[in-house]
């Protein structure tokens, strides 16, 4: 199955009122494992990558090629979008060049008059070639690729004017942080969030920093419109996790434990558990 944009992956999701997951890659085996759990959940799901990680993993095409042939190989049949995290101007330009199918341009560190003209160019673009496109208004909190953030709320009539450009699916601040969430942490502004939703007439909403954030939040906020959550803290405990319990219990010291096989695969199987235990959150199971 091909590679398609996450446009009507996320109007689905928004009138039947589930989320798909957004899933961000760091190598193979984590392509691999979260591509199982999408098609053993029966769901649609969106992999992600930020700038960062496609240089760590070196460079767009070996990344698509990588998600591409992996598909083929697996025999996946649920719907999967390329999705570019986070992307800056000039990257998410390059995405729509090697044929993401799926971008986030990240204007909100910009003054919103940037951003509304940075946001037009990146949406005609895109939608010139079938590509869906993400955009964000307020900063989410946190710290992503270096950059930090206090977070902020999103304006809903900037969101409004953002929506206006005619962008697939909007990411708004609403209290929502990367990374680990502080034990003082407010929790979302639901308010805020039902007054984006109206300003911008029930355009699919993106909550990033989904990871950490209790599960009555989360069912509250799809309720309210959010059609996308990112995760990726989560997934990189839950490995961390594992391998912390793989080497105490000195699995290492069996035959073959040293394998990078066997090691990556103990990981793995918690971050598969982990996708999978999202999805089920998220309401996709079965969505596909």
Known sequence: MALISNKEMLRRAHDGHYAVGAFNLNNLEWTEYILRAAQDMKSPVIVEVSEAQIEYMCGYQTVRGMVESMMDYLGITVPVALHLDHGSF???????????????????????????????????????????????????????????????????????????????????GIGNIHGKYPADWKGLNFERLAEIQSSTNAIPLVLHGGSGIPADQIKKAVSLGVSKINVNTECGIAFSDALKEYYGKKKEEEPKGYDPRVIMSYGMDAVYRMVCGKIQLFGSRDKA
């Open 90 to 172: 000039e990257g998410a330009k390059r995405a729509i060049e090697e044929g993401y199918t799926s971008v986030m341009f990240d204007g909100s560190h910009y003054r919103f008059a940037e951003n509304i003209e940075k946001s037009k160019q990146i949406i005609e673009l895109a939608h010139a070639r079938g590509i869906s496109v993400e955009c964000e208004v307020g900063g989410i909190g946190g710290t992503e690729d270096g950059k930090t953030s206090g977070g902020e709320l999103a304006d809903p009539e900037e969101c409004a004017a953002i929506a206006a450009l005619g962008v697939d699916s909007l990411a708004a």
